[in-house]
């Protein structure tokens, strides 16, 4: 096993230097003395909070499009996360993803959160509280699973749903964390720049997204009766809880209460307009009607785009970023998705993994040092370079989630099978998985 | 004299159910709201196309099933089923009743049930037509 993790890793390093990198030392901030900021803590314990409520936010978001025998599936599912992550995050997961290890990932070392107290620990934020910097990750670790639950929806089964998401938080999520935002990870080492997670987040569960879609193959009876979502009003109210949470995602990740926090916040609600606005258009223009469920997924979209490039690129290259992206999602799913059959039931590949990839490589195009000293000057300020690494990154990602997580997808379906059976699924995963009904018929 | 009304023309004709030579029936089915898409499918190969769908709850032989809120069993509950309405000629009758049954047949309690009913007459709103030229 070991072995062939270190072959794997060489593989994937192998794939980043053909694409023409050397290593380059990231310029770390050299942190100042470890004396804890009153308003840096609170802002990040805060935006900690806004990103925990992006789940239950997703969750609606997820649980309106879903048919109504199955939104109680979508909203354990994403709930069942946001419990076991939190457990696993403090006893293993934060210590793998971000303690002091090799190029791979981060070890034992902070096991049980062994080591890692209230002061700050410089090489991630100087001002705040380690633990406040560990709790603002665990959020990030919930959500990124549960992003995956788009592919999937509506027919795997509740018990191997569970397994299946602790092993991939940790032996997905937690190796590609550490590579883009670990201390000795080699993406961070090479320099790509991954301001809020487009990479460790979006393109991360995406690509998980699009093998569990291919895998577990396509929902009952699609060819006579394509489901429609069964509560838009919950599509929307999730989209604004998703936004809402976003300024924590985001903003909160300049880790201090400043001014890159600030370009960070006005950039992330810049494209998220403008990609609303966008999603929008496009529709009026193609089908004679905007429709609330695409304006409403078109600035999901857009705060997956900006994700990566929040606290490196200033206001205007945002919009275009945000107009850019439900240009590249609308194609994907209207066009890919229908064009090669997969049924990524709620398009969490095709918002998720295809926002992603843009937002990382617009964060090569646009990046500037003028916003953020700490970053680096993307192809239109002068430096292509920053172009590749972004895009080696994109494809380490990439390569890395597909082949992990198909290899936990077939060794739990091989164990438990992954799929309810035909009728429980005709039944719903709501009655057959848990034993309840969102709605009742007449009282 | 002249005030009094002529005598009543009547409705204009309609024949009586035993004049007809067509007949038409209502056929009813209660089956398991999983079961549609498959009694759908099996309708249309039988080229019955018009149905009409609910959503009610009822309990015939199978006594509710067990739904758990916060560890407390409730049993009893009425099922939700679907109904369906199908108003057919008499030579599709046979035809409707074995495309319900070969879609929601599964051999256990609570596939439901298939009523047929006698139906005294149709009419298209949109043409005015009547009885079983109406009803396709």
Redesign the interface.
């Given at each position: 096993m070991k072995k062939l993790r270190h072959v794997l890793f060489g593989a994937l390093v192998a794939l980043a230097g053909i694409l023409g990198l050397s290593a380059t030392s990231f310029a770390q901030e050299a942190a100042a003395a470890p004396v804890v900021n009153a308003g840096d803590t609170a802002w990040v314990l805060i935006c900690s909070a806004l990103v925990l409520l992006m789940t239950p936010g997703l969750a609606f978001f997820y649980g309106g499009m879903v048919r109504k025998k199955n939104i109680l599936g979508i909203l354990m599912q994403c709930f069942i996360i946001i419990c076991l992550i939190s457990v696993q995050w403090v006893l293993f997961g934060y210590s793998l993803s971000f303690a002091p290890g090799d190029g791979f990932w981060g070890g034992l070392k902070w096991i049980g959160l062994n080591g890692v107290g209230l002061e700050p620990y410089t090489d991630y934020a100087g001002t705040i509280p380690h633990q406040a910097f560990m709790i603002f990750q665990a959020m990030f670790a919930i959500i990124t699973p549960a992003l995956i639950i788009g592919a999937f929806a509506e027919r795997m089964k509740f018990s191997s749903f569970v397994i299946f998401i602790l092993l991939w938080a940790t032996f997905v999520y937690a190796p590609v964390c550490h590579w883009v935002w670990g201390v000795g990870g080699f993406l961070r080492k090479m320099g790509a720049l991954d301001f809020a997670g487009g990479t460790v987040v979006h393109i991360n569960a995406g690509i998980a997204a699009l093998v569990t879609a291919l895998v577990i193959g396509k929902r009952k009876n699609l060819e006579h009766n394509m489901p429609a979502p069964h509560n838009l009003p919950f599509i929307v109210l999730g989209a604004a809880l998703l936004w809402f949470g976003w300024f924590g995602f985001n903003a909160g990740s300049s880790l201090a209460a400043n001014g890159l926090a600030v370009n960070a916040f006005v950039v992330t609600n810049t494209a998220a307009a403008a990609a609303g606005l966008s999603w929008a258009l496009i529709e009026w223009f193609k089908n004679g009607k905007p429709t609330m469920f695409g304006t409403a997924s078109g600035a999901v979209a857009g705060l997956v785009a900006i994700t990566p490039a929040a606290g490196f690129v200033s206001v205007v290259p945002a919009v275009i970023i945000g107009m850019l992206v439900s240009v590249f999602c609308f194609i994907a799913v209207t066009v890919i998705k229908p064009r090669f059959g997969y049924d990524d039931s709620l398009d969490a590949f095709g918002v998720h993994c295809v926002g992603g990839i843009w937002g990382a490589l617009a964060t090569g195009l646009f990046a500037s040092k003028a916003v953020n000293p700490a970053g680096a000057d993307g192809l239109f300020f002068g430096n292509p370079k920053q172009f590749m690494i972004q895009l080696a990154a994109v494809a380490v990602t990439i390569v890395y989630s597909f082949i992990v997580t198909f290899v936990i997808y077939k060794v739990v379906d091989l164990l438990m099978g992954m799929r309810v059976g035909e009728k429980e699924e005709l039944m719903g995963l709501d009655l057959t998985q848990h034993h309840e009904r969102a709605y009742t018929v007449i009282e | 004299m002249e005030l009094l009304a002529p005598p009543l023309a009547g409705p204009p004709s309609i024949k009586t159910y035993s004049e007809r030579e067509v007949y038409m029936k209502l056929v009813i089915a209660i089956i398991q709201?999983?079961?549609l898409?498959d009694v759908?499918?099996e309708l249309y190969q039988a080229d019955v196309n018009l149905i009409t769908v609910s959503?009610?709850?009822g309990h015939g032989r199978q006594m509710g099933?067990?739904?758990?809120?916060r560890g407390a069993k409730e049993t009893g509950n009425?099922l939700?089923k679907i109904r369906l309405e199908i108003a057919v000629n008499d030579n599709y009758v046979e035809p409707t009743i074995k495309a319900i049954i070969k879609g929601a047949k599964t051999g256990e309690t609570g596939d439901g049930k298939i009523f047929v009913l006698s139906l005294e007459d149709c009419i298209r709103i949109r043409t005015n037509e009547k009885g079983s030229v109406a009803i396709g």
């Open positions: - | 709201p999983y079961k898409e759908k499918a959503e009610v709850l099933v067990t739904e758990v809120y009425l939700r």
